[in-house]
T-cell receptor, first 111, second 110 residues
Framework: QKEVEQDPGPLSVPEGAIVSLNCTYSNSAFQYFMWYRQYSRKGPELLMYTYSSGNKEDGRFTAQVDKSSKYISLFIRDSQPSDSATYLCAMRAGGGNKLTFGTGTQLKVEL | DVKVTQSSRYLVKRTGEKVFLECVQDMDHENMFWYRQDPGLGLRLIYFSYDVKMKEKGDIPEGYSVSREKKERFSLILESASTNQTSMYLC?????????FGQGTRLTVV
């Protein structure tokens, strides 16, 4: 079993839809949770960063962490064609150096 | 803006060649990482370094080595390239809260 599971998609939604992306994990030591966005032929870039459980909002993006269920989510409101990319969740244990990534979910937002 | 620069975007090498992938960061980060990215497998950590001349194996170090002689530069070395090392290679440097990635090197071994 992988430490981090993420549905690879592809996920196709119409413009303006609310998108929900999710990851589950098995390592209870993970305390730092991140979402990265990766456009085609580019390196990943950090989108959201959260520590421990709770919600964090940044514009159209909301990240949720539920440590009791070992489940994290990224919500995108009013999705735009420019949101079309692969979204990678990543996690790190407290004091650890290593980031563990999900396999990524490919999202396409259609006009 | 933090910049992580990888020396090549695309490389084609022959089986058995020694291959060097170079990465330079401009923000004085102590931690630097090499990942490979493959469809369905995501990003897998090859090696990382937390200081000059210090290195630690990641999840898939076999067939690779690294060098960190200066803080800003982290090199990945394929000692004898094989076709199963065809992949996208990503370098990253990290603060406490954020990893910054380079654009990636698409390596094809023929």
């Amino acid at each position: 079993q992988k430490e981090v599971e993420q549905d690879p998609g592809p996920l196709s939604v119409p413009e303006g839809a609310i998108v929900s992306l999710n990851c589950t994990y098995s390592n209870s030591a993970f305390q730092y949770f991140m979402w990265y966005r990766q456009y085609s032929r580019k390196g990943p870039e950090l989108l959201m960063y959260t520590y421990s459980s709770g919600n964090k909002e940044d514009g159209r993006f909301t990240a949720q962490v539920d440590k009791s269920s070992k489940y994290i989510s990224l919500f995108i409101r009013d999705s735009q064609p420019s949101d079309s990319a692969t979204y990678l969740c990543a996690m790190r244990a407290g004091g650890g150096n290593k980031l563990t990534f999900g396999t990524g979910t490919q999202l396409k937002v259609e006009l | 803006d933090v910049k992580v620069t990888q020396s090549s975007r695309y490389l084609v090498k022959r089986t058995g060649e020694k291959v060097f992938l170079e990465c330079v960061q401009d923000m004085d980060h102590e931690n630097m990482f090499w990942y490979r990215q493959d469809p369905g497998l995501g990003l897998r950590l090859i090696y990382f370094s937390y200081d000059v001349k210090m290195k630690e194996k990641g999840d898939i170090p076999e067939g690779y080595s690294v060098s960190r002689e200066k803080k800003e530069r982290f090199s990945l070395i394929l000692e004898s390239a094989s076709t199963n090392q065809t992949s996208m290679y990503l370098c990253a440097s990290r603060t406490v809260t954020e990893a910054f990635f380079g654009q990636g090197t698409r390596l094809t071994v023929v």
